[in-house]
Structures are given as structure tokens and as C-alpha cells.
């Protein structure tokens, strides 16, 4: 099973809806980041969550919201999409590098989620 | 303002030989940095990182090395396989920071 999942992997909808993305991870990290992938532009961060009481702005968190469920699950919002957040969106956990042996601030990344609004 | 360039946004090498993939950034703060591989239809995987006190960093065939009076990096892959073939994001932070900023990606085709 894969360590990081996310739901769905592909959804189409109209400007003006609300959306959800979820990501659940299995891996026992503590940090969740969401990102969304455009091209040209690579990936660019939305929202960042250190703990489940610990949420935080990125770059383009305009139009988005998040909330964090769990430590294991990390949802995103789209409250009214619009046509220019069609993007491939991606979740992401790490450690918080914590201990010997840990190769610190790498992130694993969910299989993404195309999302298109027309 | 991006931070973080990859200006090739494509490049292909033959099998067996050596690939070159160039990340520039601008923020002298970054002190910790990283690749990813990314395969279609998957997320990015990590692939090897490096932190600022060191010039090199080597993990079987691929080496990352730093310049950071150029504030330049660049990851080696020799020899080049056709599985390598993917999209390659290199990444910065700073270490005690929170937030990762991200190249734009260079995709990468070994022709067989």
C-alpha cells in the first residue's frame, strides 16, 4: 500500500464549486505540505501543517483552505473554484528530522490529483 | 519571484553517458538542498540532497555538486540510463525554515 494517498486522483468540476482534496499518509510523519504543480512554473507550496493544531500560509494560499483532520490526514479546499486553479495538486509528508540516521527535510509526495475547473 | 531556476527545461543524452542538470537560486539564506525525480502519472520521489557545508555529495550514480559563491547546483547521473528518463526538481530550504521552494523542472530523456 502506498504510504501516502491521495483522493481523488482526478476530478473535473465548475468555476463556482467547492471542492475537497484529500491525502492520508501512513508513514507516521508529523509535517503535511500541500502543492500544486503547473507548467512551467514547477511546484509551488499552498499550505503547510507542522501538527494538528499547527497550520500555515505557503506562497499561493489565496483561494485555498486546509484543515488537518488527524495527524495522519490532510484535507484541501477549494471554496469556489475557479478555471485558473486547474493544476495537478500534490500532498506531501516529512519527519521532523528528529534522531540519528534521518535524512533531514525530505519530503514524500502522494501521486497527485488532476483537478480541472471549466 | 521564483527562487529557485532550472533554466533547461528539457535535455537529452545517449545512454551510457554522462547528464548534467543545472539549478540556479537566489536566496543566500538556503542552506539545505535537494532532487527529485518525477515519473508521469506518480509524485516526486526524492533522489539525493545536500547541505551547505559540503561541495559534494555522491549516492551510487548520481553526485550533487554545490557552488555557493555561484549559488549553483547541479546533479551528475553517470552513467545515464533510459530509466532515468523522468522530469528532476531540485529543491532549496532553509534548514531551520519551514518552507520549500522548488525549480521548475528539467525533463530529462536517455535515448537508448
Known amino acids: 500500500d502506498a504510504d501516502v494517498t491521495q483522493t481523488p486522483r482526478n476530478r473535473i468540476t465548475k468555476t463556482g464549486k467547492r471542492i475537497m482534496l484529500e491525502c492520508s499518509q501512513t508513514?507516521?510523519?508529523?509535517?503535511m505540505y500541500w502543492y500544486r504543480q503547473d507548467p512551467g512554473l514547477g511546484l509551488r507550496l499552498i499550505y503547510y501543517?507542522?501538527?494538528?493544531?499547527?497550520?500555515n500560509k505557503g506562497e499561493i494560499s489565496d483561494g485555498y483552505s486546509v484543515s488537518r483532520q488527524a495527524q495522519a490526514k490532510f484535507s484541501l479546499s477549494l471554496e469556489s473554484a475557479i478555471p485558473n486553479q486547474t493544476a495537478l495538486y500534490f500532498c506531501?509528508?516529512?519527519?521532523?528530522?528528529?534522531?540519528?540516521?534521518?535524512?533531514?527535510?525530505?519530503?514524500?509526495f502522494g501521486p497527485g490529483t488532476r483537478l480541472t475547473v471549466l | 519571484d521564483q527562487q529557485v531556476k532550472q533554466n533547461s527545461p528539457s535535455l537529452s543524452v545517449q545512454e551510457g553517458r554522462i547528464s548534467i542538470l543545472n539549478c540556479d537560486y537566489t536566496?543566500?539564506?538556503?542552506?539545505?538542498f535537494l532532487w527529485y525525480k518525477k515519473y508521469p502519472a506518480e509524485g516526486p520521489t526524492f533522489l539525493i540532497s545536500?547541505?551547505?557545508?559540503?561541495d559534494k555529495n555522491e549516492d551510487g550514480r548520481f553526485t550533487v555538486f554545490l557552488n555557493k559563491s555561484a549559488k549553483h547546483l547541479s546533479l551528475h547521473i553517470v552513467p545515464s540510463q533510459p530509466g532515468d528518463s523522468a522530469v528532476y526538481f531540485c529543491?532549496?530550504?532553509?534548514?531551520?525554515?519551514?518552507?520549500?521552494?522548488f525549480g521548475t523542472g528539467t525533463s530529462l530523456t536517455v535515448i537508448p
Open positions: 506531501a509528508t516529512s519527519d521532523s528530522g528528529q534522531g540519528m540516521g534521518r535524512t533531514y527535510n525530505e519530503q514524500f
Open positions: 508513514k507516521g510523519h508529523d509535517r
Open positions: 501543517s507542522f501538527d494538528v493544531k499547527d497550520i
Open positions: 536566496n543566500s539564506m538556503f542552506d539545505y
Open positions: 545536500i547541505s551547505s557545508i559540503k
Open positions: 529543491a532549496a530550504n532553509v534548514y531551520t525554515g519551514n518552507q520549500f521552494y
